[in-house]
């Protein structure tokens, strides 16, 4: 059974930064395409940010440019997401996940992240 970990939230203050990690089991993670998503309390989840499978490319929504890295090491079957000038708005529950495990409403438990001000 696939499966994602996610970890490394936690709380920080406004201009803080985080990195969060993503392990996979039981997947062919080199070949897949990768996505951060996040959750905040009352919205509909949404992606962060995705990686291409190789890593060579890699995209973001607009309010995190510049500020959130998205990188994989596939020799370890990890990805991770360097936030860095985080700000009370991106508090919310991320998750990482395949567009197959999307697709198929499979989620693992994710890992909070709160920012104050």
């Known amino acids: 059974q696939v499966q994602f970990v996610e970890s490394g939230g936690g709380l920080v203050q406004a201009g803080g930064s985080l990195t969060l990690s993503c392990t996979a089991s039981e997947f062919s993670f080199n070949n897949n395409d990768m996505g951060w998503y996040r959750q905040a309390p009352g919205k509909a989840r949404e992606i962060v940010a995705a990686i291409s499978k190789d890593a060579t490319n890699r995209n973001y929504v607009d309010s995190v440019k510049g500020r959130f890295t998205i990188s994989r090491d596939n020799a370890k079957n990890q990805m991770y997401l360097q936030m860095n000038n985080l700000e009370p708005a991106d508090t919310a529950v991320y998750y990482c996940?395949?567009?197959?495990?999307?697709?198929?409403?499979?989620w693992g438990q994710g890992t909070q992240v709160t920012v104050t001000t």
């Open positions: 996940n395949s567009p197959l495990g999307v697709r198929a409403g499979s």
